[in-house]
C-alpha cells in the first residue's frame, strides 16, 4: 500500500521529503480510516489548497494537521449519514460557558455600557444607513464571531515597493489601528474615469442554448486566429498540414488534446489542426527533442518539426505565444473591435490623474459560520482610510457554495439579500467617500442570485441612487481606468489549468516559476479561459459572446482571483523584432479570497503610474 501511495503523489505532482515516515503516517491513516490512497492523496490536495503552501512537497511536519482534517471528514460523513447524530465540539462548549456568564451577571439600573460595535463603528455610519430588511441586524449586535475574535488585522503580506510608501511602517500601515479616535484623511482631488469595454452578454440575456455547431466554430475560429496571428507577425511561414508524411521540416498550428480521459503525459498528446489545413485531423507528437515545455489540453500553438511516417508529428521547435500587436485597440478593424462605449468621467475629470489607486478584493465577503458579511463591512472601513480612487469588488457576493444558503437557511430571497447587504453597503460607503470614489463590482458563477453560465452578463444595478458611481461588468471583462487597462475574470482558471498542467524544466537548472507561468498562458493564448474541454462545474456557453472571452491586447493589469496563493507577478511576454520593445510586461494580480472558513483572508492594494517602474503592490490579510 505504501508504493501505492507514494504513486498517487507522484501522480499529482507532489513529492515527499521524508519519504519512510510520511509513507508510513500514511499507511496507518488509510488503515485507521479504511481509505483508497487515491482518496487520501485527493484530500491531501484539498489540505495543500486550503492551507496555501508554498511548494508541492509533502512535508512530515504537515502530518499532525492533514490527520485532523481526515477526522473532521469522517465525523462529517457519520453526521451526513445520521443527520439526528450531533457531535460535540469546542463551540457548543463557548456557546454553553457564554449562556451561563449572562445568567450569572447582575442586572444594574443605569447607563448600559457600550457595546464592541458601538465603540468601533463604521467610519461610513455618519451617512445615515437607508431602512433594511435585515433579518441580522440583532444577531450582528448580539453575537461575538470567531472574524471578530482575531487578534491581528490589515497585516501586510506581501509588498512590491517601486514608490515610496509613506504609509508603511515596518511591514504594516499606519492605518492599521482601526481604533484610533483621529483619522487622517487625503481625499484625491481628481477621481479616476471609467471606460468600460463592452464585449460580453447583456443582463437578461437567453443562455444554454448552444449547439455543437457553436462550440466546433469556436474552437476552429480560436486556431484561426492564432495561426492568422503567428503569419502576421513575419516571423513564421504558413501552416501546414502536420498529418501528410513528409521528410522536409513543416509549422503547424493546431491545439492540444488528450487522446482519451485523464491526463496529458507525454505518450497521449495530440495536435489538433484546424479544418482549412488538415480538415480537423489529430496526430500524435513526439516531445523528445524539447528540452522544455508547458501543455494543456486546448493550448493553441505552433509546433515546428517533421512527420516521416504519418502518424506522428516530431516536434523540434515549440511556439506557444502570440506576439504582442504593435496596433492599438483603437485601430483595430471594426469587426474585431470592441466599442468603448459606457464612460464614466469625474465632474472634474478633464485632467487625468498622476496616480490611479486601486483596492482589490474577491469574493466570498462573508465567513462560513454566518451571513453578517463582517470581511467585507472591515474592507469598507479599511476604504474610508485609504481614499482609494477605485474599489473593485469581484464575485462571489452571495456565495451558492455557502453552508447556509446550500440549506436554505435563509428567510431573503438572494436578491433580496444582495441588495439589503453588499448594495447597501457599497451606497453608504460612496455616500461617504463623495463623487470622486468609484466601484467596479463584476459577478461569479457561484453568485446564487445572479446567472449560472459563463461568459456572464454585468449585474443590473440600474435602480440604484449613486448609479453613476458604480461600474458593473461582465465575466470576464475588461475596462480602462485612467487609460490604464484592466481585464478581470473571476473563473478560477489558474487552479483549472493547475490541474490539467503538463510540463517538462529545462535541464540547465534554470528555475521555474508555476504561478508565474500559469498566468502568461492566459496571454499567450490571448483567452480568458484557454482550457477545453472546461473544468467541471465551468457552465461555457460557446454561442454567447464569444469574443468576451478574447484578449485583444495585453492588459497592463490582470485580475485572476483563485484559490491557490495569492500574489503578485510581472509577467513578460516576447515581443516581436520590429518593435522598439522586445517584451511587453504586464501585472497579474491574484488578491486571494476576503473570507477563509471562518476567518479573515487577504486583498490587494495598488498605487498606479503609468509603469511597472512608478507602482507600489501590496496584499495585505485583514
Not at 492551507?51 to 457519520?78: C, I, S, Y
Not at 431573503?412 to 463623495?434: C, H, P, T
Not at 500559469?518 to 496571454?523: D, E, R, S
Request: glycine letters at 6%.
Amino acid at each position: 500500500m505504501e508504493e501505492e501511495i507514494k504513486a498517487e503523489f507522484l501522480k499529482s505532482g507532489f513529492t515527499l521529503q521524508d519519504e519512510e515516515e510520511i509513507l508510513k503516517k500514511c499507511h496507518t491513516f488509510c488503515l485507521n480510516y479504511s481509505l483508497q490512497p487515491s482518496y487520501l492523496v485527493s484530500s491531501w490536495e484539498v489540505y495543500y489548497l486550503n492551507r496555501q503552501l508554498d511548494e508541492p512537497v509533502v512535508k512530515d511536519e504537515d502530518m499532525d494537521g492533514f490527520l485532523g482534517q481526515l477526522q473532521n471528514e469522517q465525523v462529517e460523513a457519520v453526521v451526513k449519514k445520521e443527520p439526528s447524530l450531533h457531535m460535540y465540539s469546542y463551540k457548543d462548549v463557548d456557546m454553553i460557558l457564554d449562556a451561563e456568564d449572562e445568567d450569572m451577571k447582575e442586572v444594574i439600573v443605569g447607563t448600559p455600557p457600550p457595546t464592541k460595535s458601538e465603540i468601533y463603528s463604521d467610519v461610513y455610519d455618519s451617512v445615515p444607513p437607508k431602512p433594511s430588511r435585515n433579518i441580522y441586524s440583532s444577531e450582528r449586535k448580539s453575537k461575538e464571531t470567531p472574524f471578530g475574535k482575531r487578534s491581528n488585522t490589515f497585516v501586510v503580506k506581501f509588498s512590491m515597493d517601486n514608490l515610496p510608501m509613506t504609509e508603511t511602517v515596518n511591514g504594516k500601515h499606519d492605518h492599521e489601528n482601526l481604533e484610533d479616535d483621529i483619522i487622517k484623511r487625503n481625499q484625491p482631488h481628481n477621481s479616476c474615469s471609467l471606460v468600460v469595454q463592452k464585449s460580453g452578454p447583456e443582463p437578461g440575456c437567453r443562455f444554454m442554448y448552444d449547439r455543437t455547431e457553436d462550440r466546433f466554430n469556436a474552437l476552429e475560429n480560436r486556431i484561426k486566429r492564432h495561426a492568422d496571428a503567428l503569419v502576421a507577425s513575419g516571423l513564421f511561414e504558413e501552416p501546414m498540414d502536420p498529418s501528410v508524411a513528409s521528410q522536409r521540416s513543416i509549422f503547424a498550428v493546431g491545439m492540444i488534446c488528450c487522446d482519451g480521459e485523464g491526463h496529458l503525459n507525454d505518450k497521449s498528446i495530440l495536435l489538433q489542426s484546424s479544418v482549412e489545413h488538415s480538415g480537423g485531423q489529430r496526430v500524435r507528437l513526439d516531445l523528445n527533442k524539447l528540452s522544455h515545455f508547458s501543455f494543456f489540453p486546448g493550448q493553441v500553438v505552433g509546433i515546428k518539426g517533421h512527420n516521416p511516417s504519418g502518424h506522428c508529428l516530431i516536434a523540434s521547435e515549440l511556439v506557444d505565444f502570440v506576439p504582442p500587436s504593435l496596433v492599438a485597440d483603437t485601430n483595430l478593424p471594426p469587426a474585431k473591435k470592441q466599442a468603448l462605449d459606457v464612460e464614466i468621467q469625474a465632474t472634474n475629470g478633464s485632467c487625468t490623474p498622476t496616480e490611479t489607486s486601486v483596492i482589490i478584493a474577491a469574493g466570498p465577503f462573508t465567513t462560513t459560520d454566518n451571513l453578517l458579511f463582517e470581511p467585507l463591512n472591515e474592507l469598507l472601513k479599511y476604504a474610508t482610510r485609504k481614499w482609494p480612487q477605485l474599489l473593485i469588488l469581484l464575485g462571489p457576493f452571495i456565495d451558492s457554495e455557502h453552508p447556509q444558503i446550500k440549506k436554505g437557511m435563509v428567510d431573503l430571497s438572494f436578491d433580496e439579500l444582495f441588495e439589503s447587504e453588499i448594495l447597501r453597503m457599497v451606497q453608504d460607503y460612496l455616500a461617504y467617500m463623495g463623487s470622486n470614489a468609484r466601484v467596479v463590482l463584476i459577478p461569479s458563477i457561484r453568485d446564487a442570485n445572479h446567472d449560472f453560465v459563463f461568459p456572464q452578463p454585468p449585474f443590473d444595478v440600474d435602480s440604484l441612487d449613486l448609479k453613476h458611481q458604480i461600474a458593473c461588468l461582465t465575466n470576464p471583462g475588461i475596462f480602462y481606468a485612467d487609460e490604464v487597462k484592466i481585464g478581470c475574470c473571476t473563473v478560477d482558471i489558474l487552479k483549472h489549468l493547475s490541474g490539467e498542467e503538463m510540463s517538462r524544466h529545462p535541464m540547465d537548472g534554470t528555475p521555474s516559476d508555476r504561478l508565474s507561468r500559469l498566468a502568461t498562458h492566459i496571454l499567450n493564448q490571448r483567452n480568458f479561459y484557454p482550457l477545453h474541454p472546461p473544468a467541471e462545474g465551468v457552465p461555457l456557453d460557446s454561442s454567447l459572446a464569444p469574443e468576451a472571452l478574447q484578449i485583444a491586447s495585453v492588459p497592463d493589469l490582470l485580475i485572476l482571483p483563485s484559490d491557490i496563493k495569492y500574489f503578485v507577478k510581472v509577467l513578460s511576454l516576447p515581443g516581436t523584432t520590429e518593435g522598439e520593445e522586445k517584451t511587453k510586461k504586464c501585472v497579474c494580480i491574484n488578491p486571494g479570497r476576503l473570507a477563509k472558513g471562518e476567518g479573515g483572508g487577504t486583498f490587494a492594494e495598488l498605487k498606479y503610474q503609468g509603469s511597472l517602474d512608478k507602482m507600489n503592490a501590496s496584499i495585505i490579510a485583514i
